[in-house]
């Protein structure tokens, strides 16, 4: 079993940058694709970004295009959401995800003031 623990969240104002870290235990997720997700107060959980295993393709919600860089360091396995130019409504808890096995970590609160 995968566990995840993602780290890095806090407290900024508008336009500040954070820098999310999803690390694996327990065994190697580099084979694996993961998802950013997050979840705002009140509604539904959505993908903010994922990265592919092999190639390392990455997609993004259009909410975050430009902003968001998810990326990935096999070696450390860990996947990283680096966050910049960030607003109010992207307060949320954010997950990592590993779709095909299941896996999800407990979340880290990300909080944005204006």
């Known amino acids: 079993q995968v566990q995840l623990v993602e780290s890095g969240g806090g407290a900024v104002q508008t336009g500040g940058s954070l820098r999310l870290s999803c690390a694996a235990s327990?065994?190697?997720?580099?084979?694996?694709?993961v998802v950013w997700y997050r979840q705002a107060p009140g509604k539904e959980r959505e993908a903010v970004a994922s990265?592919?295993?092999?190639?390392?393709?990455?997609r993004y919600a259009d909410s975050v295009k430009g902003r968001f860089i998810i990326s990935r360091d096999n070696a450390k396995n860990t996947v990283y959401l680096g966050m910049s130019s960030l607003k109010p409504e992207d307060t949320a808890i954010y997950y990592c995800?590993?779709?095909?096995?299941?896996?999800w970590g407990q979340g880290t609160q990300v909080t944005v003031s204006s």
């Open positions: 995800h590993v779709p095909l096995r299941g896996d």
């Open positions: 327990g065994r190697s997720f580099s084979t694996y694709d």
């Open positions: 990265i592919t295993w092999g190639t390392g393709n990455t």
